[in-house]
Antibody
């Protein structure tokens, strides 16, 4: 069965950095595009970033552009999010999600359980 | 960026009753609309995609309809496990995908 397991969250000071990881299993990771989505405490869902299956294309929300970098290692079945210059407003649970393909490209069909990032002094 | 608006913000429903949730897009998204369910402390789960196609394992009491800018998620007979927050999401013009603000379905 499809499994996505995030790790790397924690408490970091404003201006600091953190690297999130997402370990994938139960499907051919290299066949799928992937995304990161976040959810601030008590708030709704916000798309953060996207990476194509071969890493040839990436995209970011305006709120994180220039500070966050998405990457993947298909040999390790892993997705990453490097977060720099963190701000208090980046505090959220970060989810990795698999992006469906073909006519349903954009549908987030499987999600990890999330990892909490807290930015505070 | 396409803005998704959900209504109502909170819906109070008795078990066994029907629940009707609405989602509106700021411009046409064709049928590129998905619905997700999120329970407290859990990740969102895909319910519906293509506006009306149930995802794998989703019970038939969940149904979606609409196209263009107006969409509806209907839960025909609410079960205890259905009390949750529901989000709509467009994927017609992405990235970015955009989500509605959510509708909380609570016990009346």
């Amino acid at each position: 069965q499809v499994q996505l397991v995030e790790s790397g969250g924690g408490l970091v000071k404003p201006g600091g950095s953190l690297r999130l990881s997402c370990a994938a299993s139960g499907f051919t990771f290299s066949d799928y595009h992937m995304s990161w989505i976040r959810q601030a405490p008590g708030k709704g869902l916000e798309w953060v970033s996207y990476i194509s299956s071969s890493s040839g294309y990436t995209n970011y929300a305006d709120s994180v552009k220039g500070r966050f970098t998405i990457s993947r290692d298909n040999a390790k079945n892993s997705l990453y999010l490097q977060m720099n210059s963190l701000r208090a407003e980046d505090t959220a649970v970060y989810y990795c999600a698999r992006v469906d393909y073909g006519g349903n490209s954009g549908v987030l069909d499987y999600w990890g359980q999330g990892t909490l990032v807290t930015v505070s002094s | 960026e396409i803005v998704m608006t959900q209504s109502p913000a909170t819906l109070s429903v008795s078990p066994g009753e029907r629940a009707t949730l609405s989602c509106r897009a700021s411009q046409s998204v064709s049928s590129k609309l998905a619905w997700y369910q999120q329970k407290p402390g859990q990740a969102p789960r895909l319910l519906i995609y293509g506006a009306s196609t149930r995802a794998t394992g989703i019970p038939a009491r969940f149904s979606g309809s609409g196209s263009g800018t107006e969409f509806t998620l209907t839960i025909s007979s609410l079960q205890s496990e259905d009390f949750a927050i529901y989000y709509c999401q467009q994927y017609n013009n992405w990235p970015p995908v955009t989500f509605g603000g959510g509708t909380k379905v609570e016990i009346k």
